[in-house]
């Protein structure tokens, strides 16, 4: 299986440097990372030095331009070993694409190069108690006094925020129209609430927040007042190809245990190999992987190629999300299946990737919203499909005239 194939030769190099990392500092530290539910900062430490963090920026902004593609391509390797530490690229991403995509020019300078060095990161909080796949409901608000936005409400599930230099977050302004704004942090505004543990992505806090006052220039509003929805939009849509690559990384290495175990077990006198039932299993798995890589890739290449905006766009990078937590979900139980209780056990890495894995569907547009915004699409513009072209047969035909005609 040749996942090279159509990658230039900066790519393929890309991935080595990746995959090299990943052996020597990444996969020994994944067991640990999940039991002790610490934030890895060594790994983060890792990630700027070998310049993982600049992967995704144009040369403009001294970055090394390779793209979502290239982020990918780093996620997915990554993946295989440790989740949570792929996930501190995608958190990088997704704080960074609603300062780009606004274009302020001033936030672009003070941030993005310290996200690139590693001296600066981001948490992305949208999410409130009674707002999420439904944000008509948010409460936050932010009202201007004196040259200052006063945001006053409660964010949960902010990912990454107590490691967090600043937040990404979006309150309701005047008529009621959602706004963008950067925080930065400490705040005395923005009061830690709890950390939630969840089932899997242990090394990531996820936390609850109280907005009591929190203070932010105007300088730091993104876009215009009102801009907030279309910022959310665009910043979810581009990072979705990130979090297919994630499953993509996650569903190879259940395949990788399986074969190994398939081809080392020894059962009736022979390998577990040699059974068909497994040897079907192991073809789903890798037809299912191959398509994800696929969808990924091509997702990717959909938004270095700024194909992210139209709602006909987000379909693909939609469906490249839902199919890749899919078959990382289905992988990883698979896996478990073919391991016959081994991998079952606390000990064994198929348990965290299975915990891990139930992330995707949930996480930044859950399985259903994503899939409707599919369905939503495809009514409205057949998605590339057109008509049917198959012919009605005759006593069909008939049968409808008669019936038009009585
Ligand atoms: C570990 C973790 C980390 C997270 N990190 C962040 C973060 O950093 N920042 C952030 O802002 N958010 C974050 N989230 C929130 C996440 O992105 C989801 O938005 C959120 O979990 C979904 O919202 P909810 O749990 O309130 O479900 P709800 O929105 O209440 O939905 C409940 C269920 O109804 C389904 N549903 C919704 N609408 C429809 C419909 N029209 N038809 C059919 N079914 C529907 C949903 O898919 C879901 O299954 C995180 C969540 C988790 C679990």
Same mark, same amino acid.
Request: hydrophobic letters at 40%; one cysteine or more.
């Given at each position: ?54 992967? #995704? ?10 793209? +979502? ?24 991403? #997704? ?51 004196? $040259? ?11 990912? $990454? ?7 990404? +977050? ?57 801009? $907030? ?52 299993? #192991? ?124």
């Amino acid at each position: 299986m040749d996942i090279n194939s159509d990658l230039n030769e900066e790519h393929k190099m890309l991935r080595q440097t990746v995959r090299d990392a990943v052996r020597q500092h990444i996969a020994p530290r994944a067991y640990e990372i999940d039991q002790d539910r610490q934030y890895p900062e060594d790994i983060f430490s890792l990630f700027a030095e070998k310049g993982f963090f600049s992967i #995704l920026f144009p040369k403009s902004l001294g970055g090394s331009e390779l793209g +979502t593609l290239g982020l990918a391509i780093a996620i997915e390797e990554i993946a295989r070993a440790c989740a949570s530490s792929a996930q501190i690229l995608i958190l990088s991403a #997704l704080t960074t694409w609603p300062i780009r995509i606004s274009n302020n020019k001033g936030l672009i300078q003070k941030i993005i190069p310290g996200v690139m060095k590693g001296s600066l990161r981001g948490a992305f909080a949208l999410t409130e108690p009674n707002a999420s796949s439904d944000l008509s409901t948010m409460v936050t608000k932010a009202e201007i006094d004196n $040259g200052n936005y006063h945001i006053n409400g409660e964010k949960d599930f902010v990912s $990454g925020s107590t490691v967090a230099d600043y937040f990404i +977050t979006f309150a309701k302004t005047k008529n009621g129209s959602m706004s963008a704004f950067m925080l930065d942090m400490p705040n005395p505004g923005i009061i830690f609430l709890r950390r939630d543990e969840g089932m899997g992505i242990k090394g990531i806090p996820h936390c609850d927040w109280s907005f009591d006052n929190a203070i932010t220039s105007t300088e730091n509003l993104l876009g215009n007042e009102g801009d $907030g929805s279309e910022i959310a939009r665009l910043s979810m849509n581009a990072i979705q190809p990130l979090l297919a690559a994630r499953g993509l990384g996650s569903a190879e290495e259940s395949i990788a245990f399986s074969r190994n175990y398939a081809l080392e077990r020894k059962i009736y006198g022979d390998t577990l190999s040699q059974l068909q039932a497994i040897q079907l299993y #192991l073809a789903d798995m890798v037809i299912n992987v191959s398509a994800t890589r696929e969808l990924t890739y091509k997702a990717s290449k959909m938004v270095d190629n700024d194909q992210f905006v139209t709602e006909e766009d987000a379909a693909y990078l939609n469906i490249a999300k839902v199919f890749s937590a899919k078959t990382a979900i289905k992988s990883a139980d698979n896996a478990m299946q073919i391991s016959g209780g081994h991998g079952y056990m606390e000990v064994h890495p198929l348990e965290r990737i299975y915990r891990d894995a139930r992330h995707l569907r949930l996480y930044m547009g859950t399985d259903e919203v994503l899939r409707l915004r599919v369905a939503k699409s495809l009514l409205e513009t057949g998605l590339g499909l057109g008509g049917p072209v198959s012919r009605q047969s005759t006593e069909e035909r008939a049968k409808r005239e008669f019936r038009e005609n009585r």
